[in-house]
């Protein structure tokens, strides 16, 4: 398990719960934080899988966000539902996390601020990963 964001009010942690081969692809247990003063949010996203060229694709892409002014990049599940995205305009950054569920009853979406130069960190965080693709 690793933290992908972690500041004093998010927290996103990425837990590994599935790999294939087959197509390569890997799940990961997605744990979210939020934590105000007068509102507490502790959500789990279970199983949500991801292509491996996606991932790849999702890093690479933070990498380009961080030299640019603003922009968005976003992470997609393998039913192209955005999971994560991560919005920059100048030295903010707004940060996605949503989900629905695979019956379409019900959804998630949580928006949360922060300063840009978190996504520095969010980038090295997802370099942390080991990788067998």
């Not at 004093?8 to 105000?36: C, K, R, T, Y």
């Not at 100048?90 to 949360?112: M, N, P, Y």
């Amino acid at each position: 398990m690793f933290n992908l964001i972690r500041n004093n009010e998010l927290e996103l942690q990425l837990d590994i719960s599935g790999v294939e081969d087959h197509l390569p692809s890997i799940a990961f247990d997605i744990v979210v934080s939020w934590d105000m003063p007068y509102q507490k949010i502790n959500f789990t996203l279970k199983e949500c899988w991801f292509e491996c060229e996606e991932w790849d694709r999702f890093e690479e892409s933070i990498s380009q966000l961080i030299e640019q002014e603003s922009g968005s990049v976003t992470l997609k599940d393998m039913s192209e539902n955005p999971i994560i995205t991560f919005t920059k305009t100048h030295s903010e950054l707004l940060t996605i996390i949503q989900s629905k569920d695979t019956l379409r009853v019900g959804e998630f979406s949580l928006r949360a601020k922060s300063f840009s130069i978190e996504l520095t960190e969010v980038y090295n965080k997802t370099k942390q990963l080991d990788k067998w693709w």
